[in-house]
């Protein structure tokens, strides 16, 4: 039986921990980090995100400001409004809400975004420090698997880890931070051969595909930490993962819920990014 990796209460310990040191930088520095989130369209999905990070930045004191456009935004427009935002000093981070609508040219927008309040680690100029290992920020989520495993007291050196999903977002950063920390690292992806193999020779099993249900315990070996990315609806329409987790649970050593696992360690390592960004910013040495 499967020992849970609760992402909710290790996210709130992440959060305490800040909102203490916001305080601190509060009263002995008066800086208070500022985060503007950019939302184009009427997106539900994205509505909600948006709205547990408004709620998260208060919960521990950043100052958070939402620029919500409207779909027929041009691309001039919406660049105007990210450049409008580099040069505001009260604004620490800029969060632009994915996906865009239309025909708005997201990288490019991304690419606008100064790299010291790329709050997400999007930005080309991020990504290569991602892949050189001297960065400031790391992409929310894989940071926050990161993070659960140093919590749960899983060290990934020498271990056999395995990538489902190639994406920018989550897959190739994953695997490159898994690489950092001295494991062994497979990246699978739609065009892999051999999938549940390669899956069964996995010590740490990441999936962020977005099927339901799509690990099976077939592809698991007995033993492994298994986390699951994925925020998927059932043919019933109930929040799943990637990850079929009643055959999994039974055999795997650690595994990660849905709800209630990886996505709360996003929101968490958002409002940690933005911290760094306020201290960089304030003169402080991160």
Do not use: W
């Not at 975004?113 to 992409?139: T, Y």
């Not at 099976?216 to 492994?224: F, I, L, Q, R, W």
């Not at 306020?278 to 402080?284: L, Q, V």
Request: glycine residues 8%; aromatic residues 4%.
């Amino acid at each position: 039986m499967a020992q849970l990796m609760d992402g909710k209460a290790i996210s709130e310990a992440v959060r305490k921990r800040i909102r203490q040191e916001i305080e601190a930088l509060q009263e002995e520095q008066g800086i208070t980090p500022g985060l503007a989130v950019v939302l184009v369209g009427e997106d539900s999905a994205s509505e909600v995100y948006v709205k547990n990070k408004e709620k998260a930045c208060e919960e521990v004191g950043i100052s958070f400001e939402l620029f919500r456009l409207s779909a027929s935004i041009t691309q001039q427009e919406l660049e105007e409004t990210i450049c409008s935002l580099n040069e505001r000093e009260d604004i620490d981070g800029i969060l632009l809400q994915l996906p865009l609508p239309g025909k708005l040219d997201s990288d490019r927008v991304v690419s606008l975004i100064r790299p010291d309040k790329d709050v997400d680690a999007f930005h080309p100029e991020n990504i290569g420090h991602i892949m050189r290992g001297d960065f400031f920020f790391l992409p929310c989520t894989p940071a926050g698997i990161m993070q659960m495993l140093r919590e749960s007291g899983i060290n990934p050196t020498g271990k056999r880890c395995v990538m489902v999903g190639r994406s920018d977002i989550v897959g190739k950063p994953m695997a490159m931070l898994l690489l950092h920390a001295d494991a062994t690292v497979t990246i699978c992806h739609s065009k892999t051969e051999n999938l549940a193999q390669i899956c069964r020779e996995a010590d740490i099993l990441v999936s962020a595909v977005g099927k339901a249900g799509f690990i099976t315990s077939d592809m698991v070996c007995p033993g492994a930490v298994v986390i699951d990315v994925g925020m998927n609806r059932n043919a019933e329409g109930k929040l799943c993962g990637d990850v079929d987790f009643e055959s999994v649970e039974p055999i795997a050593s650690y595994i990660t819920p849905v709800p209630g696992g990886v996505g709360p360690m996003t929101v968490a390592m958002l409002l940690q990014n933005t911290l760094v960004a306020a201290k960089r910013h304030g003169g402080i040495t991160v």
